[in-house]
């Protein structure tokens, strides 16, 4: 038998995982035979691909970077129907609630003091950054020939992804831009790109409960973790970046504070997992 690498586990258990959930709740998901479809032809992709011992470059991309991708991208896609078919009481009161007990302040509407059309248009770059320091990472390392960095990269990523689409099952939320949007003031405004980008961002992502935890935050100190490790130089190119991205996730509205503080106990719950799982 093919030995599984453990990035290969993660991906192929966590999608037969989202698959049993679709399965178990098929009559309330919208749209469950499509994605119960696709669903199963990722499974199988998956599979053929785990056989598959790469004898090209391109194949080996394919199966390493290309697939990773395509699945979490597609079951990120799938949450939109999956989040609220499993659990349709949004948690966003309680979140509003936290924020305002722990700082006193709504912080989207706090953070209006400082709103300026340059510092949104920097601060949206910088969120949307996210969709690629992942990859540009995991390329760094294939191209420097770090495979261990690259698999332990890809692990500790593919898992932070996963284990944050379960959080928004457990714990579904719209977030500020949504819920909050009453008690701005005033509207984000950028440059050049911050409207395009805002609503490219909105168009394809849809209407997602993915506020908590925030994502963006426990990837990109999952990202940071690796670069730090296996590739120095690439970490000191980030680390500003993601400092703006994760300022950005409650300066433009995507999060409310404590999704930010969800975000880092996703990264210090995946590292955990990602040790006992080693460990076993």
């Not at 991906?11 to 959930?21: C, E, H, K, R």
């Not at 399965?23 to 032809?41: M, R």
């Not at 609503?199 to 394809?204: A, I, M």
Request: proline residues 4%; charged residues 15%; contains cysteine.
């Amino acid at each position: 038998m093919t030995k599984l690498k453990s990035s290969e586990l993660i991906n192929t258990g966590f999608t037969l995982l989202f698959t049993l959930v679709l399965v178990f709740n098929f009559n309330s998901i919208e749209n469950s035979t499509s994605l119960l479809a696709g669903y199963i032809l990722l499974l199988i992709v998956q599979v053929i691909f785990i056989k598959v011992q790469p004898k090209s470059k391109t194949v080996e991309y394919l199966k390493d970077i290309a697939l990773p991708v395509v699945s979490v991208l597609f079951i990120f896609d799938s949450m939109t129907y999956i989040v609220h078919g499993v659990n349709p009481e949004d948690i966003d009161p309680l979140l509003i609630m936290a924020d305002y007990r722990l700082l006193g302040v709504y912080p989207t509407v706090w953070l209006e003091r400082f709103i300026n059309p340059v510092l949104t248009e920097i601060l949206q770059l910088c969120y949307s950054t996210y969709y690629f320091l992942p990859v540009i990472l995991g390329i760094s390392l294939k191209m420097k020939k770090e495979e261990q960095g690259f698999q332990e990269g890809l692990s500790l990523i593919i898992l932070c992804f996963y284990l944050s689409y379960v959080g928004y099952i457990l714990f579904p939320a719209l977030g500020p831009r949504y819920t909050m949007a009453h008690l701005q003031h005033i509207e984000l405004k950028g440059v050049f790109t911050f409207k395009w980008i805002y609503h490219t961002l909105n168009s394809l992502e849809g209407i997602k409960r993915d506020a908590f935890p925030s994502g963006h935050t426990g990837i990109t100190l999952t990202v940071l973790y690796v670069a730090y490790k296996y590739h120095r130089r690439l970490f000191f190119i980030y680390l500003p970046i993601s400092v703006l991205l994760v300022f950005a996730t409650v300066y433009c509205r995507y999060h409310y504070f404590v999704d930010v503080i969800g975000g880092v106990g996703l990264f210090f719950v995946t590292l955990l997992l990602y040790r006992l799982g080693g460990s076993v």
